[in-house]
């Protein structure tokens, strides 16, 4: 295991905002690297934590040989986050994705410890019918090359059921260091949530929402199962993809409520409004299919991306979202940072 594996695991018990980091396009398709590298400047400065790179948010279709982004899309985030850290002294939590079976995921994660990633996402949605059994030998196979963090990806944009049992094994493997919980379901996540609390490894298992839908609800509660008890830290989110100094803002005002340091009230309000926007941005009502395409509409707005393209031109914004993003832009001003990227983008974009 990488030597940092354990100032990593501290990293993120801390509790992070961790945007999921699209994927800046042309008009014809190939990577903007200007606007990549101002996207990754855009969350260091916006006072994230971290960034995960190569993810659902980043487009899986990096990998395709014919595409080949995967590296290089890595390896400019790192560049932005390394000159990042030299000038402020931040540590910031490097993670890329990792997916396929297991041949391909143990060479990503090979690729992820070579460039210099902490850990790596790792998804399961390639191995669509493997058993318990085989899903745990494969994560584990992973963790011998690079720190996991597992993922509950939800079947609406590719993800697999995973039942309890396989999270009761999975929390075993001595590689995990954290789970993002993406599964867009309470039942599903209490399974999660109820696995890391049983097996005492609540100080070594950060837990992260990925559950864009129910953002603040995950934040604030504490999970109890008999005299064990679970709690997300932070978020691994592609909402926070997008108004990311207000995600920044929104865990400080989390952390204080927790601290009963402030109401619970302004916060759950918050926490409404961001669901609605998310249903919007996300496309829930076609079922997630424009949420790539929704999020690079807002940062299209903003001025970082410079259109909505993704690298599936059939991917695209679904009939109706777009009056759905201009609706929750309207209905909640306070939760956009537009005037904090209007103020640095010239210097993002240098």
């Excluded at 018990?13 to 996207?39: M, N, S, Y």
């Excluded at 290089?72 to 985030?77: H, I, K, N, Q, R």
């Excluded at 309890?164 to 919980?181: D, G, L, Q």
Aim: aromatic fraction near 8%; proline fraction near 3%.
């Amino acid at each position: 295991m990488p030597d940092n594996t354990e100032q990593f695991r501290t990293l993120l018990q801390t509790g992070l905002v961790i945007p999921a980091h699209p994927l800046a396009l042309t008009a014809d398709l190939k990577l903007d690297e200007r606007r990549q590298r101002g996207l990754t400047r855009y969350y260091c400065d916006a006072g994230s934590g971290g960034v995960a790179v190569g993810v659902h948010t980043t487009q899986f279709n990096i990998r395709d040989p014919k595409v080949g982004l995967f590296e290089p899309v890595l390896e400019l985030a790192l560049e932005e986050i390394h000159a990042f850290e030299r000038r402020s002294g931040k540590v910031m939590a490097k993670i890329g994705g990792v997916c396929g079976e297991t041949g391909q995921a143990c060479k990503e994660a090979e690729t992820l410890r070579r460039l210099g990633y902490d850990g790596g996402l790792l998804s399961l949605a390639a191995l669509t019918d493997a058993s318990n059994e085989v899903l745990v030998e494969h994560c584990r196979a992973v963790g011998e090359n690079l720190p996991i963090i597992g993922f509950y990806l939800q079947p609406a944009v590719g993800g697999r059921p995973l039942n309890a049992e396989f999270w009761e094994r999975f929390v075993e493997i001595e590689y995990v260091v954290a789970i993002k919980v993406a599964s867009f379901d309470r039942y599903q996540t209490m399974e999660v949530l109820r696995a890391v609390a049983h097996s005492g490894r609540g100080s070594e298992i950060a837990l992260y929402t990925g559950n864009d839908d129910n953002i603040v609800a995950d934040l604030l509660t504490e999970f109890r199962f008999g005299n064990r008890a679970a709690h997300f830290v932070g978020g691994l989110l592609g909402q926070w993809a997008v108004w990311t100094r207000r995600a920044v803002e929104l865990l400080q005002a989390v952390q204080e409520v927790k601290r009963n340091r402030a109401p619970l009230d302004i916060v759950l309000a918050r926490g409404a409004e961001i669901t609605d926007a998310n249903a919007a941005i996300f496309d829930a009502r076609h079922e997630f299919r424009g949420c790539i395409p929704g999020i690079h509409e807002v940062l299209r707005r903003q001025g970082l991306l410079a259109g909505s393209w993704c690298l599936d031109p059939d991917e695209e914004l679904s009939a109706g979202q777009l009056d759905e993003i201009e609706r929750v832009y309207a209905s909640y001003p306070l939760l956009n940072d537009d005037q904090f990227v209007a103020e640095n983008l010239d210097r993002w974009l240098s």
